[in-house]
C-alpha cells in the first residue's frame, strides 16, 4: 500500500485552504465517475498512492497522482 500517514491540524481537520492540494475520496470518484469504494480499494492496492491523516486514517490524494492514474488507465 502507497500511503503517507500525516497529522492534521489542531482539530483534526484539513481545511480548503490548507490541504496543500489535496483532494477527497469523494472527489477523486466524482472525478473518475466511480463509486469511493473502488477508490478506498484502489489506495489500499497500492494503485492509487494516497496520504493518511489524523487516528481516523482518513485519505487525501494529490491531483497530480490521480490524474496520472486516470491516464495510465490503471483500474
Not at 7 to 28: A, D, F, M, R, W
Not at 31 to 36: A, C, S
Not at 43 to 63: E, I, Q, S, T, V
Request: charged share 20%; proline share 3%.
Amino acid at each position: 500500500m502507497t500511503s503517507i500517514y500525516v497529522n492534521g491540524n489542531s482539530n483534526g481537520t484539513i481545511g480548503e485552504k490548507n490541504n496543500g492540494g489535496l483532494i477527497t475520496v469523494s472527489q477523486v470518484a466524482e472525478l473518475l465517475h466511480v463509486h469511493p469504494h473502488s477508490i478506498r480499494r484502489w489506495a489500499d492496492a497500492g494503485l492509487l498512492p494516497c496520504y493518511r491523516f489524523d487516528l481516523r486514517g482518513d485519505r487525501r490524494f494529490a491531483l497530480d497522482n490521480v490524474e496520472h492514474f486516470m491516464v495510465s488507465g490503471t483500474n
